[in-house]
């Protein structure tokens, strides 16, 4: 029997492809933000430590522009690799023969 091109998505529920793009891609929001909040957060720190924080919070801004750069680096790598594929389990009426 041939498959056409629509028979590999049939036992699938409708809808799961968009729900596997949508989690792939919070994914990556999670990540690019979580990016920018941790290295900014370590600059903050590092400005209270050294007693910068109530002058010119100096180490904050560059936690925060080192964040946006780490964060849009992961971004255009995460973006540019296309998404794994599923594993295609073998269809058990075919084992038979």
């Known amino acids: 029997m ?3 091109r629509f028979s590999e ?4 529920a409708p809808g799961s ?3 596997n793009d949508y989690a792939r891609l919070s994914g990556i929001g999670l990540e690019f933000s979580a990016s920018v909040a941790l290295v900014g957060w ?3 720190l ?6 910068l924080a109530d002058s010119f919070p100096v180490f904050l801004l560059i936690g925060v522009f080192l964040g946006l750069g780490l964060g ?5 790598l995460k973006v540019s690799t296309p998404p794994p594929k599923e594993k295609e389990n073998p269809d058990p009426e075919d084992d038979d023969q």
């Open 72 to 76: 849009i680096y992961r971004l255009q």
């Open 17 to 19: 492809r968009h729900f």
């Open 9 to 12: 998505n049939e036992d699938k």
């Open 2 to 4: 041939s498959k056409n």
């Open 46 to 51: 590092l400005d209270r430590w050294t007693g």
């Open 42 to 44: 370590l600059g903050w």
